[in-house]
C-alpha cells in the first residue's frame, strides 16, 4: 500500500492547528494554567513547521528547512517546558532555546549549508535530546511507581527519539535529502504518521498530567490551612476521628499561642501571621518524629495533634519538647519570646471519642491559661509544674 505523502502532511498540519487553537484558547481563558501556554507554543510549533516545509520550492530553500527545522525543534523544547512545569522544576530559558541555537549555529557552517542530510542530523538530535530529558522526568522513581501511563509516555518517547536518530543517521550516510511535498515516499511518510501519532499521545499525556496535579491542588486547597500548610480543621476532624479509636488508645494535645492578641494590637497583623507560620513550623519539627502523629491549625491561634497509640507520658514529653521549641522563637526581632499553653486529654483503653478528647484537651488548656500560660495541663490531674521551670 502506497502513503500519500502530501496528503498526510496536509491532515497532520490540520490536527495541529485545530489543537493548537483549542489550547490557545484554553490558555487565554485561565492564564493561571500556564502548562496550557506550553503545549499551545509546542503545536504551534509544529504548524509552522509543516507551513515552512510546504514553501520549499517558493522560498529559498535552505531558508525554508531552516525554518523548518527550528520550528520541529521547538515542538520537542516547548513540551518539554510543559512536563517540567508539571513536576514544578525549573526551566531555564537557555535549555528551552539552546537546541534551536545550536542548530542555527550549524547552518553557519559552509559544509552544512549544503548538506541537508547533515542539517537534518543535527536538529534530529536536538529534539531526540529533549525527548530523552522529558523521559527522566516522567520516569524518576518517585513519580513512575504509581503511574503506568508514566511508561507508556516514557516508552514512547525513547521509542520516537531512537527511531529519530536511526532514520536520521541512516538519510545523513546515504546523503538523502528531503523529499518533497510531491514526492514524499512511503517510508517518511509512514515515518510522519508514526510522528504525529505519538506526539498526539504525548499531547494527551501531559494534559492528563496536569489535570492530576489541579486535582491534587484542589485537594489540599480543601484540606491544608493555606497559613502554616498544616491539616485545617475539617480535615482534621476527618482523619482525628477513626484514629482516635486506636486499639491502645490515643492522647491529644489542644496547643494556644500565648497572648497572640497583644500580638496583633502591638505589632500588627503581619506579625501574627509569622508567628503563626513559626509556631507551626515548630510544631511540625517536634512532631515529625512521631509516628502516627499529625497536627492541625483547627481555629486562629489554636492548634492541635492527635497521638494514636500514644501514652500519657509520651504525649507529655512531646508537649514539653514543643514548648520548648516555641520559646526559642521571637515573631519580630525585639519582641519578648514567644510561649504555648498545651492541654492534654487521654483516652486510654477507654475508647473515647474525638469530641471527649477535644473537650478533655480544652478543659485541660482552660486551666494552663488560667494558671499563669507557658504551661502544660492535663486532663483530671492535678496542676502540673510550669514549663518554664
Known amino acids: 500500500m502506497m502513503l500519500d505523502g502530501a496528503t498526510l502532511l496536509i491532515a497532520s498540519m490540520a490536527v495541529q492547528f485545530v489543537m493548537a487553537l483549542y489550547f490557545w484558547t484554553l490558555w487565554l481563558g485561565r492564564r493561571d494554567q500556564r502548562v496550557h501556554l506550553w503545549i499551545a507554543a509546542s503545536i504551534t510549533a509544529g504548524v509552522l513547521g509543516c507551513g515552512c516545509y510546504m514553501l520549499r520550492g517558493v522560498a529559498p530553500e535552505p531558508l525554508a528547512m531552516w525554518a523548518a527545522q527550528l520550528c520541529f525543534v521547538q515542538v520537542f523544547a516547548f ?50 535530546s529533549y525527548g530523552l530529558a522529558m523521559t527522566g522526568d516522567l520516569l524518576r522513581r518517585r513519580h513512575a511507581r504509581t503511574a503506568p501511563t508514566r511508561w507508556l509516555t516514557g516508552g514512547l518517547l525513547l521509542l520516537v527519539a531512537a527511531a529519530s536518530l536511526a532514520f536520521a543517521a541512516d538519510a545523513g550516510r546515504h546523503s538523502v535529502a528531503v523529499a518533497s511535498l510531491v514526492s514524499i515516499p512511503s517510508l517518511p511518510a509512514l515515518w510522519l504518521l508514526f510522528h504525529t501519532t505519538i506526539y498526539v499521545t504525548l499531547v494527551l499525556s501531559l494534559t492528563t498530567l496536569e489535570l492530576g496535579n489541579e486535582a491534587q491542588r484542589q485537594r489540599e486547597a480543601a484540606t491544608t490551612d493555606s497559613l502554616t500548610g498544616l491539616l485545617n480543621r475539617r480535615a482534621f476532624m476527618e482523619r482525628a476521628t477513626p484514629a482516635a479509636g486506636h486499639p491502645r488508645g490515643a492522647t491529644l494535645l489542644m496547643l494556644d499561642i500565648d497572648h497572640f492578641k497583644q500580638v496583633n494590637d502591638l505589632w500588627g ?17 517536634a512532631t515529625g518524629g512521631v509516628l502516627g502523629a499529625f497536627a492541625a491549625r483547627i481555629g486562629g491561634e489554636e492548634f492541635a495533634v492527635l497521638l494514636p497509640g500514644r501514652s500519657r507520658d509520651e504525649a507529655a514529653a512531646l508537649g514539653l519538647r514543643i514548648a520548648a521549641r516555641v520559646r526559642e522563637l521571637r515573631h519580630t526581632p525585639g519582641a519578648t519570646r514567644m510561649t504555648v499553653s498545651i492541654g492534654l486529654a487521654e483516652s486510654g483503653t477507654a475508647m473515647a471519642t474525638l469530641d471527649e478528647l477535644l473537650s478533655g484537651a480544652d478543659r485541660a488548656l482552660y486551666r494552663a491559661k488560667r494558671g499563669g500560660r507557658d504551661r502544660l495541663e492535663q486532663d483530671s490531674a492535678p496542676f502540673a509544674p510550669s514549663l518554664a521551670a
Open 79 to 128: 513540551l518539554w517546558g510543559g512536563v517540567r512545569l508539571v513536576h514544578a522544576r525549573p526551566r531555564p530559558a537557555w535549555i528551552v532555546w539552546g537546541g534551536a541555537a545550536v542548530l542555527s549555529a550549524s547552518c553557519l557552517i559552509p559544509a552544512l549549508v549544503a548538506a541537508e542530510a547533515l542539517r537534518n542530523v543535527v536538529a534530529t538530535l536536538a529534539f531526540s
Open 269 to 285: 497583623h503581619s506579625a501574627g501571621d509569622r508567628a503563626l507560620v513559626l509556631f507551626a513550623g515548630a510544631l511540625l519539627d
